[in-house]
């Protein structure tokens, strides 16, 4: 008879007392947690036919493709009609094909349960199902005894362990640390985990771990695509990064200590600031520390779309089946930019107040966002986001720390540049600006040199006002997003301080103005006219109402001018001594504003 471990002896168990009492029943278990093993388990204490994905797939050859439900029907028949006992396994797979939206006689196998149950229990035999938790059909939901496997302690883990790598082995194990570590493992993944690892001599918990880290931590983000990013590489962000390790990475990493004091990660993180000062890179960095436990949401996961909800409920899923980790939220500020639709962050609060589970408290939810005030209230309110971490403008060490590091590998003359006058140059820059700037000053530098042109001064690469690449001290063009963020009045440009621009004669950093807007054109130029000068058409009048000629499509000033500006009609009023009887005259009998009279239309009867 095949070993079972705890939770999986427990669930046999159950099976086994009440088959004898009723006669329809299913096992239900998470993928790789050994339902197949159960199911084997009863069939040979109690026998009768086991009905697998073999039988049914044979049976189904003989048929058109689309008779799944007369296979599994006929299969069902043939087997209770020599047997007392019926297992049927994986009857979720065969459900999953008759359930998707293009298969043609959707819900037609709930029928065939219903018949297949009413016969087991007319003709008193028994049926017992293996199924996928969460995945029942609707007639056996309500009708059969649901058995479980539930998730495994370190009993099981020790269970398995010693399966396959042999009691010596197991003993020198911790397999309360390595539960701790990774507790929703399934059997397979230890089995797999035991056949890599045999043919170590010396294997111990660390080793095990690290290969866990490795291997079976299941994430959305593979770690060797993500830029290696230390702690150490965030400059000026001490308090940031120390806050992390605090309450974050060490609850994941110390599970000794995270034992004994029962820490837990703080459930929501804010991470926010202007864009550019490293938001992302803290991201990077947390993914390498956290060795994998890291499960991102970015642009990709794209909003408003019918797969939407579900990647994210994936997400959170399989970061709760892998706890401790961390779900990485980035720009959530762009997400909920112009959405009227306020489900995804009622749903966003739902799971976070859903991560006080016990099976989802070690999952951490981080989010970053340039603006702060546009995210919903009702998702930053205590409780969900329990800890505000601000990332800031550089000061003026931690712009020496970034240029100096990004100059140290460059080679002379452009590797030699005055460290401290392009950090004292520098201020109000972020460290993506800095970064840029001497990526830019590399190809300038670089342009020269394969011109045959005479270098300039190093400092000039990264200081000249003139170079369009973006020195420092460079204007923002307008338009951009960096452009608007930076304008007096908005909640950035009150949120920050201003940047001053850099005077070398005098040494001292000196504080930018906002630019001053235009002039207003003077009121004459505002007044409408046919483009090319005037005409005869023109009537003069003042250009808002002017509708007596084509021109008039061409005048839609911002401002009326004032009256006593106000041009002239040039044709005398109808009806004045001036005027023709015949000719032609201004319809409103004067130089006020008036409308055109159009001549009426005659009805078909009346011509």
Known sequence: MLRLTPAQERAAEGLLGAIPTGSAFALSANAGMGSTTVLRH??????????????????????????????????????????????????????????????????????????????????????????????????????????????????????????????????????????????????????????????????????????????????????????????????????????????????????????????????????????????????????????????????????????????????????????????????????????????????????????????????????????????????LRSGRVELWLETRLPDVKARAAIVGERLASLPPPIGSADVTLLATASHGLTGADLKAIVEDGKLSFAHDVASGRTPRPVDDYFLAPSRPCGPIGRTIPEGSPRHSARQPGSAFWQARPRAPSFDPSAGEPVEKQAPSRPPAPPPAARTGSRPGGGGADACGSPAPECRCSPAASYCAPRARPTPAEEPRCPLPARGSPAASPSGPGCPAGRAAPHTRTRRPKQKRWQL
């Not at 007319?122 to 939901?141: N, Q, Y």
């Not at 799971?351 to 005030?373: K, P």
Request: charged content about 25%; some cysteine; aromatic content about 6%.
């Open 42 to 379: 009863v069939h040979a204490a109690l026998g009768g036919a086991f009905v697998g994905l073999r039988q049914f797939l044979k049976e189904l050859m003989d048929r058109q493709p689309l008779a799944i439900e007369e296979a599994l029907l006929d299969l069902i028949d043939q087997a209770m009609r020599d047997h007392e006992l019926v297992i049927v396994d994986d009857l979720h797979l065969i459900a999953s094909v008759t359930q998707s939206c293009d298969y043609q006689r959707t819900g037609l196998i709930d029928a065939v349960l219903t018949t297949v149950l009413d016969d087991a229990a007319g003709r008193g035999r028994k049926l017992l199902f293996g199924l996928r938790k969460d995945e029942e059909p609707a007639p056996i939901a309500r009708r059969a005894r649901l058995r479980e496997i539930n998730a495994f302690t370190p009993l099981d883990y020790e269970c398995v362990l010693r399966a396959h790598l042999g009691p010596k082995i197991a003993r020198r194990l911790d397999c309360a640390q390595i539960h701790r570590f990774a507790p929703l493992l399934t059997a397979w993944q230890l089995r797999n985990t035991c056949a890599d690892l045999a043919r170590e001599g010396e294997l111990g918990t660390g080793r095990v771990i690290d290969y866990l880290s490795e291997h079976n931590i299941v994430s959305n983000v593979e770690i060797e695509e993500v830029q290696a990013v230390d702690w150490k590489d965030l400059k000026g962000m001490d308090d940031v990064v120390a806050a992390l390790e605090a309450k974050i990475a060490l609850p994941f990493g110390n599970s000794t200590l995270a034992a004994e004091l029962r820490l837990k990660p703080r459930r929501g993180v804010l991470l926010a600031g202007p864009p550019g000062t490293g938001k992302t890179t803290i991201g990077r960095a947390l993914a390498h520390r956290l060795k994998g436990k890291f499960f991102l949401i970015d642009g990709t996961v794209v909003a408003n779309t019918n797969d939407f909800y579900r990647d994210v409920r994936r997400v959170f899923a399989a970061a709760a089946r892998n706890a401790p980790s961390v779900i990485f939220i980035d720009d959530t500020d762009l997400i909920f930019e112009g959405n009227s639709d306020s489900g995804f962050y009622r749903y966003l609060a739902t799971m976070l107040d859903g991560l006080e589970s016990a099976s989802a408290e070690r999952v951490c939810v981080m989010m970053t966002a340039m603006d702060a005030g546009s995210l919903p209230p009702a998702l």
